[in-house]
């Protein structure tokens, strides 16, 4: 008890006092998890839509697929990725390893099935409420993906918000790929590994405090800025 | 005036779902020039019967064909109004919107739509949250913003007040002189003698009797349509 109390004193110092390293570590957790969010997001939703729309052969096959890739373990997706960006591997000549671009792919390949799963449930059931109108305005492919995109907006924000929380959160697959190194690839989850395994719990646990209070900073702003729970609105 | 899209023809044509038939075999040449009501007890195909001519429904057996064949000269108005979640003008600018009409007719068909429905005051409101008489109408009019030749319409007054029953109905009688093709499926034998220029009387799937419907409501050839129309049961 008394070390939650440290760590949210700690949490609150850190804050009021701007600590720089602070700052930098909140910003790139940002930074890298906004854009891995933006790319899963702009694969997963028309992924997902098309999932809804569109029968094909395999089309079930493909969902269970992305239905059992949600639970992919991190550390393994990071074991990959580093393999294939690693000197000896396909894509070492790009020098993407211990960056955090490579940071970035590896949060893409953990959030997209995520967003998609989350995406094509919501999407389908849309499909079955417009189905028949869509259908006998004689729309196209493209406008019917479009039209439930736009119309399922608030339960895709729901399904990127899922997505966000799973990637700001994530550790194991960033330490691998990233390597966790001072100034250029730390960020909040692998500097809270850090200090943990130094035994400054109250140091961890105030950078925990900080991750939490800026997903939950992130989810309100999103929310705010879609107005998604403003009177008239869906 | 006839559109030139009639006489529409159904040759033989025949659905089936999991191997039971839900309609078929039907032969039919609808050239009409007022209103036609297709009735009949429920389950005996009257729904499925204009999904087939709308193109929305695909049929196993048999041909349908339009003397001009034009998609966008038809419209479908469901049993159950389906309204996008979007305001009421979006709803009705939506089918514009498809055909990348110019803003400004957009806005002015829309308008035109809103006042004549009456919604013009919720014009922003979004439209789930109509009562049913108004998403319905909201409904009607989407399917006339691109000026269909033809409106085919599923049972719209089905769990309707008497009041929102009258609206439409008058709403259904301005198109009609208008010069829309209505075709139209219902069980409420008052509102198929207040509409009906046309009768086709549906049963057990197939096209039982046909014709105007003055002579149909007058003097039914068939001892099925005779009981219908008495309100027996029939099936």
């Known amino acids: ?234 | 005036m006839v559109s030139s899209l009639f006489p529409l023809k159904l040759q033989d044509v025949a659905v089936r779902r999991q191997g039971k038939r839900i309609i078929g075999p039907i032969d039919l040449v609808l050239n009409p020039h007022g209103p036609t009501i297709v009735i009949g007890p429920n389950g005996s195909g009257k729904t499925t019967l204009l999904r087939v001519m709308h193109g929305i429904e695909r049929i196993n057996d048999g041909s349908v064909t339009w003397t001009a064949p034009d998609p966008s000269k038809h419209a479908f108005v469901f049993q159950s109004p389906i309204v996008l979640r979007r305001s009421v003008a979006e709803n009705l600018a939506y089918p514009l919107r498809l055909l990348k009409t110019p803003a400004g007719q957009i806005r002015e068909t829309v308008g035109y739509w809103l006042d004549r429905i009456g919604l013009a005051s919720g014009q922003n409101s979004p439209a789930t949250r109509l009562s049913g008489g108004e998403r319905q109408k909201l409904a009607i009019a989407r399917a006339l913003v691109r000026k269909p030749d033809v409106l085919f319409l599923d049972e719209p007054c089905a769990n309707l007040d008497g009041h929102a029953t009258r609206e439409i109905e008058t709403l259904l009688q301005e198109i009609a002189a208008a010069g829309t093709q209505l075709v139209m499926a219902t069980h409420d034998m008052g509102q198929a003698r207040r509409l009906a220029h046309n009768l086709v009387f549906m049963l057990d799937g197939k096209i039982h009797e046909t014709g105007p419907a003055k002579t149909k409501f007058s003097a039914p050839q068939t001892e099925a349509l005779a009981a219908f129309l008495r309100g027996d049961i029939v099936t």
């Open chain 1, 1 to 234: 008890m008394v070390d939650i109390w440290e760590g949210l004193s700690a949490a609150f110092w850190l804050i009021v006092h701007f600590d720089a390293e602070l700052w930098e570590i909140s910003l790139r957790s940002l930074r890298v998890t906004l854009t891995a969010l933006v790319i899963a997001s702009a694969i997963a939703i028309p992924l997902g839509t098309y999932l809804a729309v569109q029968r094909f052969r395999y089309r079930r096959f493909t969902i269970s697929m992305i239905n059992a890739l949600m639970g992919l373990p991190p550390v393994v997706v990071g074991l990959v990725v580093y393999i294939l960006l690693s000197r000896s591997g396909p894509f070492g000549v790009l020098n993407l390893l211990f960056t955090p671009t490579a940071m970035i792919i590896a949060q893409v390949i953990i959030i997209t099935p995520v967003i998609a799963s989350i995406a094509h449930q919501s999407m389908r059931e849309l499909w079955a409420e417009y189905h028949d109108l869509l259908i006998s305005l004689n729309t196209s492919k493209w406008q019917r993906i479009l039209t439930l995109v736009r119309d399922g907006r608030r339960n895709l924000l729901t399904a990127a918000l899922a997505g966000f929380g799973r990637a700001i959160g994530e550790v194991g697959a960033i330490m691998i790929v990233g390597g966790n190194i001072d100034h250029v690839t730390r960020v909040l989850t692998t500097a809270i590994a850090l200090e943990t395994g130094k035994g400054d719990f109250a140091l961890a646990l105030g950078l925990g405090f900080v991750l939490i209070g800026l997903a939950i900073v992130v989810n309100l702003a999103i929310h705010t800025l879609s107005r998604t729970e403003r009177e008239g609105q869906w």
